[in-house]
Structures are given as C-alpha cells and as structure tokens.
C-alpha cells in the first residue's frame, strides 16, 4: 500500500505482456484455422457454405469483441457451461479473428488471376488440386502483408481479455496501479510494451509490401 | 494404330450446331465443323466473330446452350460426368501462357503428371526432360516463367501441355501477345508437333502460317463456321466474306 514502482512489480507486468503474447499467439493460430475454413467457405461452390459462411463474417464483424467476451465469460455459466477466463478469451478471439482474417484471405485467393484456374483446369487438375497447388501458394504471397499488419490489431485486441479478469498485460497494469495508484507511469510503462511488441511487425508487415509491390511492378513492366 | 478403323475414321472433334450467348450477346450461332486425327485445323477470322469461344468450348472451359460437341469420344455437351478424362485427352495453350509464376518450369511442367496421372516424381521429371528438349529449352529447366521472355513462356506452357501427351492440342492465338521475332521460335515449336502428327485445333492470326501447316481452315464469321475447306479456300475463297477477309489480311 502506498509503496513507489519498484522491480518486483516490472517483473510483474512482464509476465502479463508475456501472457498478452501467449493470448495473441492463441488468438492467431484458432482464429488463422476456423479463418482459413472460413476464406475457402466464402468461395464454395456449395451455396450453403458460402451463405453460412457469410453471415458468419457479417455477424461477427458487426459485435463488438468486448460483447462477445461476456457472452461466453458470463453468459455461459447461466446456462450450465462454466468456464475459465483464458479459455473465454481464447475462444472468443479466435471467433472474432476468424471473420476477419477469413475476408482478408478470401480477398488474397480472389485476386489470383483467373487464368491460373483455368490453366490448372486445362491441365486436368481437380478443384482440390487447383486450390492448393496452384492458387493458394500464389494466395500466401499476397496474403503474408496484410495478415502481418493485421496481427497488429489482435495483439491490441488481447487488451479487452483483462474484462474477463484474464491477468494479461493491460490486467497486470490494473492491478499493480490499484495498490500503487501511478497510473501514468503503469499506463506508460504499458503502453510501450504494447508498442515493443507491435512496432516490429508493423516494419515487417511495410518492408513485406514493399517487397510485394516490387515484384508485382516487375511482373507488369515484363508482360506490357 | 491398332484400334479399329471405325475408330480411326472418327472425327477427334466435331462441333454440331453449337450455340452460345454471353447475355444478349450472340456469340456461337449454329457452329459446325470436324476435326479429323493428325490432322491441323486452324481458326480464323476477324475479332468477334466467336473463334476463342469456339475453342473454349471444345475444351469446356464455356459451357454451350445447344448443340453438341463431341471430343475423342467424350460429350461435352450438356452434363459431363467426367470432365477430368477430357482434359486428360485435351491440350490447352493461351495466348497469355498462364505459367504458374511460384513454380519452376520443371514444376510446372511435372505438376500435372503427378497429380492428375499420379507419376512419380522421376517418371515426370523425366517426361519434363523430353518435352522441354523439344521446345528448347531444357537449359532453363531451374528458372522461373518471370525470368524467361514471351517466347520461351509459350513454349514452356506448350511443353506443359505436352507432357500430359493429349490426343488433340488446342491453340488459342498463342503468338499474338509476341513481337515477330518471339513469334517465329513458338510457331517452329507448333511446326514442328504437326510435323510429329499431333492433332491440332489453332485460333489464329498468322495467315500465312495457317496456309502452310493448316490441312483444314475453318472461317468464322458471325458466330458460324462461313466457309471451311483446304488451305486452298485462302487463295481462292469461296464466299464474299472470306475473300474480304482474305484481303484485309495480306
């Protein structure tokens, strides 16, 4: 109580900035899974897929992260299902990332020129085949920019966990500015660690479609 | 050359009839024409009158409204139930060659024989080997299609077309994105296959190309197969609109 900033509470709010990693990478991975489904439900020649699939996307997109983190966190238990503030967290986010990295793909695997479907059609390729070997490698490329940028946005988005009481790193700042009470340098401290850890993709994300954009100029200056 | 011939009398292509519209677009209005084994049809006409569209149908890369449309024994009129056995008898080459830019040209070459003919890798790699020798360019077999010129993509997707060994090839207007130079080393290349009795059916541009190799021209205009005949119907036309054709050409 009253006690200044010292080490032990650095470390405290180090362990909540990995936590903060720990979520994003989980938010990254589930919502990069059911996104990826998502993204090749959206091009379906299954009607159903693609209706479902986007009404997903338009649900999700239009609710805020902070609503769906309290459906599951305390809606769920007065329905029986109880469950941990990691797991509300982690399912909630990949929901939520799903529908956006999913459009983010969708638009990557669109923008393959049609001619490469047709050309793997030609060469008796079956759909399957057509996607994975020919488009989606050529998706990934133009894919890889944005997707960086937008982890970004999800390693922010982990912030909203702490509403759930999940001791990430803006949760780790609550508590130790609730017994120290400094909150402009907890929430400094906060923020830079906050920015240590997007900052460097940011960079990778510019210098990526940078890169992308070379090649994509060398490829228009050679057919023209 | 040891099926039957009633089998070999067969045409590899024929068109009956066909029609195809893109809206209220007419494009194919009542197109008729064979295509017999070994032989080199070459398309031609002026832009619009439905030689492409004629070609993609024959390869069902458009479907058509009626008609009918018979390739190598399969119908590719109406529902198809197995689209994968025509493409396997059927080459496609386009005019933007449609290389697939993350490959190598011996992965694009070998792609399709694993996996459409599950070959193995050596077996295909193999087969890359001949068909890029015969293009000439074996010595690019690492590079990639961005690293190659108009000329020697075309002949790498030529080459890719036939390492599946289809029964029939289908050009469509191959060297019209080429300056002349470019355009002589991939109409060798297409020499060369007729040469070697490879079925042929070519929309093309190069007139005085379609009259040396071509054993069949068929005239498109208005969406119809106007006049086909011999390369001969070239010298001497038969209709009005081909000899119009004829000499806006040359």
Redesign the interface.
């Known amino acids: 109580m009253g006690s200044s900033l010292n080490a032990n509470h650095l470390v405290y709010l180090l362990h909540g900035a990995v936590w903060t990693i720990g979520l994003s990478l989980i938010a990254f991975i589930g919502g990069g899974a059911v996104g990826f489904l998502v993204a090749l439900s959206r091009i379906s020649p299954l009607r159903a897929l693609r209706l479902a699939s986007g009404a997903y996307v338009q649900v999700i997109q239009g609710t805020p992260l902070l609503v769906l983190m309290f459906l599951l966190y305390f809606g769920l238990p007065t329905i029986g299902i109880k469950i941990s503030p990691l797991l509300a967290a982690g399912v909630s986010l990949t929901i939520y990332v799903a529908a956006y990295i999913g459009e983010i793909w969708r638009g990557c695997i669109e923008s393959v020129p049609k001619?490469?479907w047709?050309?793997?059609?030609?060469?008796?390729?079956?759909r399957t085949?057509r996607m994975f070997?020919?488009v989606l490698?050529?998706a990934i490329?133009i894919a890889t920019p944005p997707t960086v940028g937008y982890m970004v946005q999800v390693i922010k988005a982990t912030s909203l966990a702490s509403v759930v009481g999940f001791v990430e790193l803006a949760r780790s700042g609550q508590i130790i500015n609730n017994s120290i009470f400094e909150p402009f340098i907890v929430y400094l401290i906060i923020a830079v660690l906050y920015f240590l850890m997007c900052y460097p993709l940011s960079r990778l994300s510019r210098r990526l479609e940078r890169r992308a954009g070379a090649r994509g100029q060398?490829?228009f200056s050679?057919?023209s | 050359m040891n099926s039957v011939s009633s089998a070999n009398d067969r045409p590899v292509v024929s068109l009956r009839n066909v029609y195809k519209s893109f809206g209220a677009l007419k494009v194919l209005q009542g197109v008729s024409f064979d295509v017999r084994r070994g032989e080199v049809t070459a398309i031609i006409g002026s832009s619009g009158s439905g030689k492409s569209t004629a070609l993609r149908c024959i390869d069902r890369l458009e479907t058509i409204d009626s008609g009918e449309i018979e390739v190598c024994g399969h119908r590719v009129d109406g529902r198809i139930d197995d689209l994968k056995a025509l493409r396997l008898d059927v080459g496609f080459v386009f005019q933007s060659y449609n290389l697939f830019p993350h490959l190598t040209i011996e992965d694009n070459v070998t792609l399709a024989p694993r996996a459409a003919k599950r070959l193995s890798r050596p077996e295909a790699q193999k087969l890359a080997h001949q068909v890029l020798e015969r293009v000439g360019l074996l010595d690019k077999i690492q590079a990639y299609p961005e690293q190659l010129s108009g000329g020697q993509q075309q002949r790498v997707a030529i080459a890719r077309s036939l390492a599946m060994q289809p029964k029939v090839m289908l050009f469509d207007e191959v060297t019209s994105a080429l300056d002349p130079k470019l355009t002589g080393e991939v109409l060798r290349v297409i020499e060369d296959l007729a040469a070697g009795g490879m079925t042929m059916v070519m929309v093309t541009h190069e007139m005085g190309f379609a009259r040396r190799i071509a054993d069949q021209i068929v005239f498109m205009h208005e969406g119809q197969a106007w006049e086909t005949g011999p390369a001969e119907i070239l010298t001497s036309p038969r209709t009005d609109e081909l000899r119009q054709f004829v000499a806006s050409e040359f």
Do not use: Y
């Open positions: 001619q490469q047709e050309a793997a059609e030609t060469l008796a390729l079956t085949q070997k020919v490698p050529q490329q060398e490829e050679f057919s």
